[in-house]
T-cell receptor, first 112, second 116 residues
Framework: DAKTTQPPSMDCAEGRAANLPCNHS???????VYWYRQIHSQGPQYIIH???NNETNEMASLIITEDRKSSTLILPHATLRDTAVYYC?????????????FGTGTRLTVIP | NAGVTQTPKFQVLKTGQSMTLQCAQD?????MSWYRQDPGMGLRLIHYSVGAGITDQGEVPNGYNVSRSTTEDFPLRLLSAAPSQTSVYFC???????????????FGAGTRLSVL
């Protein structure tokens, strides 16, 4: 799996958009980008995934650059409940063990 | 639809004791797995199962046993608890077929285990 790089921490004002970047410059053509988050003391939660097109769901939007070397997760109107550690994961199709490597992620703090 | 349910939420054991961490899912997922998360570290895969009757080892299997007699349940057994097994344990499930679905895992709320 391609290595990902995320800033260790970010702050965002409540009600504003939170833009979380992820660098994956070694991504290969068959690897997808997945985002998860882990709210304090809870299990990780899937947010969104994409290959090369921008994606949007009820939780967030995912913007992937044309060269696919980086992506941005956008929480359009951050709330206090969005305070969490956000993980960017790059994965291919897997067989057997599906060991999601979460890394250290970005700790997002939403400020009132 | 409860998703993935883990019990107990908290547990304190003495060294040498055994116990079973329960995990159940109601989404008819074929794939289930157990992770442990230590402070400041990522999740490490302990054991996994691709369906009833099939289990295999993950990254850190020593000291743990699993079985999968039904699609819904995937218990994790600590054979003889050690202080090094103090951790937060997460159970996860996903569909097996289709690589996109398989990378979308649903996690339980976790079991916080302390071994004294």
């Amino acid at each position: 799996d391609a290595k990902t790089t995320q800033p260790p921490s970010m702050d965002c004002a409540e009600g504003r958009a939170a833009n979380l970047p992820c660098n994956h410059s070694t991504i290969s053509g068959n690897e997808y980008v997945y985002w998860y988050r882990q709210i304090h003391s809870q299990g990780p939660q899937y947010i969104i995934h994409g290959l090369k097109n921008n994606e949007t769901n009820e939780m967030a939007s995912l913007i992937i650059t044309e060269d696919r070397k980086s992506s941005t997760l956008i929480l359009p109107h951050a709330t206090l409940r969005d305070t969490a550690v956000y993980y960017c994961i790059v994965r291919v199709a897997v067989t057997g063990a599906n060991n999601l490597f979460f890394g250290t992620g970005t700790r997002l703090t939403v400020i009132p | 639809n409860a998703g993935v349910t883990q019990t107990p939420k908290f547990q304190v054991l003495k060294t040498g004791q055994s116990m079973t961490l329960q995990c159940a899912q109601d989404m008819n997922h074929e794939y289930m797995s157990w992770y442990r998360q230590d402070p400041g570290m990522g999740l490490r895969l302990i054991h996994y199962s691709v369906g009833a009757g099939i289990t295999d080892q993950g990254e850190v299997p020593n000291g743990y046993n699993v079985s999968r007699s039904t699609t819904e349940d995937f218990p994790l057994r600590l054979l003889s608890a050690a202080p090094s097994q103090t951790s937060v344990y997460f159970c996860a499930s996903s569909y097996r077929s289709g690589h996109l679905a398989k990378n979308i895992q649903y996690f339980g709320a976790g079991t916080r285990l302390s071994v004294l």
